[in-house]
T-cell receptor, first 116, second 109 residues
């Protein structure tokens, strides 16, 4: 079983569209994250979330919104896609969170988003 | 500002030893991670250092000097499959994880 799984793996869409990426973890972890990795390979935190607290990186446009139906899922919804949103988006989870030391991160395989 | 510096790219020979350096300037320190990322794949955890010194794990070792804001990842007996990017990441005083851009390691036969 894949520990952290995300779908779709590849997503090609037009500017202005709305899209979602789903993420599920079966590790029983408390905290889930969304990261964006651009062409320069920097990993940038977008959100971290557990059942108590959502922490948003203030540089993330409000077109991006996390949705968590339960502890094991954290989906990423993106409105009005722009060319600059093209990147690989990684979901991750950890046992702890920012407030008590996150520990090791387990990443999903990534979702490559291409906006045309 | 917070900053993680590591070389962009390194080349080494199969069977040899390579050291990948990482220097950091962060607001506080709560640990340093090394991750491996093969092209087109997700990062995977390699090591975690929070105290000064060397942590050895098989062919891979990681060293930390908090006073110098410095770490290195040492890879021994290099194999072709070690060709990957190696990401250094530091947890600051707010437990924010700050990532370096990664070092692309190329292994030649």
């Amino acid at each position: 079983d894949t520990a952290v799984s995300q779908t779709p793996k590849y997503l090609v869409t037009q500017m202005g569209n709305d899209k979602s990426i789903k993420c599920e973890q079966n590790l029983g972890h408390d905290t889930m994250y969304w990261y964006k990795q651009d062409s320069k390979k920097f990993l940038k935190i977008m959100f971290s979330y557990n059942n108590k607290e959502l922490i948003i990186n203030e540089t993330v446009p409000n077109r991006f919104s996390p949705k968590s139906p339960d502890k094991a899922h954290l989906n990423l919804h993106i409105n009005s896609l722009e060319l600059g949103d093209s990147a690989v988006y990684f979901c991750a989870s950890s046992q702890g969170g920012q407030w008590n030391g996150a520990g090791e991160l387990f990443f999903g395989e990534g979702s490559r988003l291409t906006v045309l | 500002g917070q900053n993680i510096d590591q070389p962009t790219e390194m080349t080494a020979t199969e069977g040899a030893i390579v050291q990948i350096n990482c220097t950091y300037q962060t607001s506080g320190f709560n640990g340093l991670f090394w991750y491996q990322q093969h092209a087109g794949e997700a990062p995977t955890f390699l090591s975690y250092n929070v105290l000064d010194g060397l942590e050895e794990k098989g062919r891979f070792s990681s060293f930390l000097s908090r006073s110098k804001g410095y770490s290195y990842l040492l890879l021994k007996e290099l194999q072709m499959k070690d060709s990957a990017s190696y990401l250094c990441a530091v947890t600051d005083s707010n437990y924010q994880l700050i990532w370096g851009a990664g070092t692309k390691l190329i292994i030649k036969p």
